[in-house]
């Protein structure tokens, strides 16, 4: 059974740095793709980040320049660095994992990010 658990949501004031991470078991991702999606209260989840394989990276552009998605060598971690956080960016983050970007497949069941003003 495939298992995704997110870590590293919490409080933080605005322009404040929180790191997330995701850890999958169950099976092995080093050949597809993780990402990171949000929820705000009252919206659509929406996409955030996402890491292919062989390392490339897209993110949706309101947190270009300002997160940072990676992964570890093995290819089941993937973590989020989240920079000059903003009131906007709090949601509840959802890890995904599945064959390619367009493919996710397995979710987390989410960590909440509250920035405060």
């Known amino acids: 059974q495939v298992q995704l658990v997110e870590s590293g949501g919490g409080l933080v004031q605005a322009g404040g740095s929180l790191r997330l991470s995701c850890a999958a078991s169950?099976?092995?991702?080093?050949?597809?793709?993780m990402g990171w999606f949000r929820r705000a209260p009252g919206k659509e989840r929406e996409f955030v980040a996402a890491?292919?394989?062989?390392?490339?990276?897209d993110y949706t552009g309101s947190v270009k320049g300002r997160f940072t998605i990676s992964r570890d060598n093995g290819g089941n971690t993937v973590y989020l660095q989240m920079n000059s956080l903003k009131p906007e960016d709090t949601a509840v983050y959802y890890c995904?994992?599945?064959?390619?970007?367009?493919?996710?497949?397995?979710w987390g069941q989410g960590t909440q990010v509250t920035v405060s003003s």
């Open positions: 995904a994992a599945g064959l390619s970007t367009g493919a996710f497949t397995y």
């Open positions: 169950g099976r092995t991702f080093s050949r597809g793709a």
């Open positions: 890491i292919t394989w062989s390392g490339n990276t």
